[in-house]
């Protein structure tokens, strides 16, 4: 099948359930979309990696690592619909349309349809984020995320950047490109939008980019880097590794002052963060697996961390203990990888990334000890095992990546 075909049974779905599922009152048989997503992907016809600049623009091809990023992230939306208190219609329209668009930006080798699908994706996210919980936080997002997310737009122009070693070009083409990454991923001083969206907004609305659109932007930049020339990739590695270590360090640190799913958003910005560090050394073999290992740990953790107070399975400790860096969770291979990659180009860089690391171990497992005070009020029965099931199957996903990592990196995305 091709990958138009794939993206447009994610918008179709989506938005045909927000249509069909409400007026009948089932909206809980919203899960079908990102099912639907995850069927039709795997019938996808694949291809070489689509590199950004590279192909004309009718030229569309999923490779083997886009196609298991894209249904696994279609599996951890499942989770977060079953462990979401309700459904709404406008989620499984957006949940469509953002997953659409990343799908078309994974296979897009021409560098404007690349550019104007995450920005399309980001557009769609922000005004379901806006529409929800309107006030500065979301606001934020559309006033900085998304013109920030343009700027790839302004680089397309510039790729392929071809012939031109020296001069004000390839410098410009770097500096879009990283701004605009960076502006998707939120990392800083562009990421305060993520920490006010991701902490006010549902998780259901928010997980697309957790588990989609952010992990698809940073696998675009790492094939950016061997097809810029070598004055752009030393100005556009070194904004993301400046950037990277910058917002991991501030991450953790404000992660010990919060609670809940403020600190969750915290620890998974780190994260964010720590995977775009490891592609700005230049290193693919370790920023491979450092990125996907890192997006497979939040796709397990966020369907449940990301959830209101109230969703509270017997699962939640053991998705922090995930977290904390340490075997068998797959956050330590994934940190551990960040590590490697430093240790080649930077030695404070890898100190530094080693602080963050002490971090976030802290504060996953103080979490994972925290009482909450009170108990929420029990739900019905079927709907308690329910979401029991759902927690602990993502929580054994998770845990089995983490004791076999290169076994779970070739399953899913035929990495070797």
């Known amino acids: 099948m091709n990958p138009l075909a794939v993206a ?5 779905t989506g938005i045909a359930g927000a249509a069909l599922l409400p007026p009948l009152r089932l909206r809980r048989l919203g899960v079908l979309v990102p099912l639907a997503g995850l069927a039709v992907v795997l019938t996808a016809s694949l291809a070489s990696a689509a590199v950004p600049g590279s192909t004309a623009p009718a030229t569309l091809s999923l490779d083997r690592v886009s196609q298991g990023l894209v249904a696994a992230g279609a599996g951890s939306l499942v989770a977060t619909l ?7 219609a406008a989620q499984l329209r957006t949940i469509g349309l953002a997953a659409a668009g990343v ?3 994974l296979a897009s080798g021409n560098a404007i349809v690349w550019a104007v699908a995450l920005v399309g ?11 929800t919980t309107p006030g500065r936080a979301t606001f934020t997002a559309g006033r900085v995320a998304v013109p920030g997310a343009a700027a790839l737009v302004a680089a397309a122009a510039f790729l392929p950047v071809t012939g031109v070693l020296t001069g004000a070009r390839p410098v410009l083409a770097s500096g879009l490109l990283a701004s605009g990454i960076a502006a998707i991923a939120g990392l800083l001083p562009l990421g305060g939008w993520a920490i006010g969206a991701l902490t006010n907004v549902a998780a259901a609305d928010s997980a697309v980019w957790v588990v989609l659109l952010a992990p698809a932007v940073l696998l675009s930049a790492l094939r950016l880097e061997p097809v810029l020339p070598p004055l752009a990739l030393v100005y556009f590695e070194g904004i993301l590794t400046v950037l990277g270590l910058a917002s991991a360090l501030w ?3 404000i992660a010990h002052r919060l609670s809940g799913r403020a600190r969750y958003v915290r620890v998974l910005l780190a994260d964010v963060a720590l995977a775009a560090t490891a592609i700005g050394t230049g290193h693919m073999a370790q920023a ?10 939040h796709m397990t953790t966020s369907p449940l961390l990301l959830q209101e107070p109230d969703v509270r399975p017997r699962a939640r400790p053991l998705m922090w203990l995930l977290l904390c860096g340490l075997p068998p969770g797959p956050s330590f291979w994934g940190r551990f990888a960040v590590l490697e990659a430093l240790s080649q180009s930077s030695f404070w860089g890898m100190v530094a990334a080693a602080v963050v690391m002490v971090l976030l171990f802290v504060a996953a497992l103080v979490a994972s000890l925290r009482r909450d005070d009170g108990r929420p009020a029990e739900p019905l029965r079927l709907r308690r095992l329910t979401d029991e099931g759902a927690a602990w199957t993502v929580f054994g996903g998770g845990l089995v990546a983490g004791l076999v ?5 070739t399953l899913i995305f035929g990495v070797r």
């Open 8 to 12: 447009a049974v994610w918008a179709g």
């Open 82 to 88: 079953l462990l979401a208190p309700s459904v709404e």
């Open 103 to 105: 799908v078309v930006a």
């Open 121 to 131: 994706s980001l557009c769609v996210l922000s005004l379901r984020w806006i529409a």
């Open 251 to 253: 991450q953790g640190m």
């Open 288 to 297: 491979l697996p450092a990125l996907l290992l890192l997006a497979v740990t």
């Open 405 to 409: 990592p290169g076994a779970a990196l």
